[in-house]
């Protein structure tokens, strides 16, 4: 493993959905990723990734909850949702030359039809990847009768790609198809996260590993865009005690929940550093301090609360 300063000092970033309160595994995984730009000599920033799933209010509490174990952005905060015209113009330069088609297809045609070959399960398997213009006529006639608009494609043109990961070592995923933008008029997650870091400036990522099979198609994209693939380090997710992901149904688990019952955001914190086997953290810079990266433990955490 390697955790070394880059030739240029890029940035870090943290990048939550504001749909919520953040629970312990998400301070941890922000906690991380704030020390390993830190610690690489890069800027650290926040992005609200507010496209979809947002809660009122949510955004404003997670920013004070970062402040409070200690995780501030360098230079201002960026939303997702100001950023229409970059992820516009991205797909315009995809579409000129020749990488973007319409799709037709409805969610349970996709899930039914047979996946091309060698195709993993769940990829697109290109129903409307090369369509004559009379059955593109037909498919936005049908789209106009169902009142949506044909989601956007990416021609991927491969079909997997490896990425490094800092912990996972080599992880290759498959790339299909990905949507950029959705039959709704909402940029999809994959192109709007690949835009977003590359104007950022954003040389590092650091997150949870449910999105590490995401990685290679991001890279894809980002190099399909004109742009370097950031370094990758996708981090263990936080579980409850019978391994489903920790979620809002597992009781007090995120910051405001504990405060609520007493604890304070150090008492937090130190949960957090226990986690990464070390006793007696209080904010993010004694993780900064003392943490060091080879030691993370690669299972996911389990998080088991007092009530
Ligand atoms: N917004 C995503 C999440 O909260 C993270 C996306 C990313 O870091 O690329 O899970």
Redesign the pocket.
Known sequence: MTVSPPPTAGAGR????PSGDLHLG?LRTAVLAWVLARRSGRAFRLRV?DLDRVQEGAEARQLEDLAAIGITADGPVVRQSERGAEHEEAIARLAAAGLVYECYCTRREILEAPSAPHAPPGAYPGTCRDLSSAAREAGRARMHRLRREPALRLRAGVRALTVQDMFAGAVTAAVDDLVLRRGDGVVA?NLA?VVDDADAGIDQ?V??D??LTSAPRQAHLAELLGHRPPQYAHVPLAVNPQGARLAKRDGAVTLRDRLARGESAGDVMARIGLSLGLPGCRTAADVLERWDPATLPREPWVVDLPA
């Open positions: 943290y990048a939550p959905s998400n990734e997650y996260v990522v997150r949870a449910d999105l």
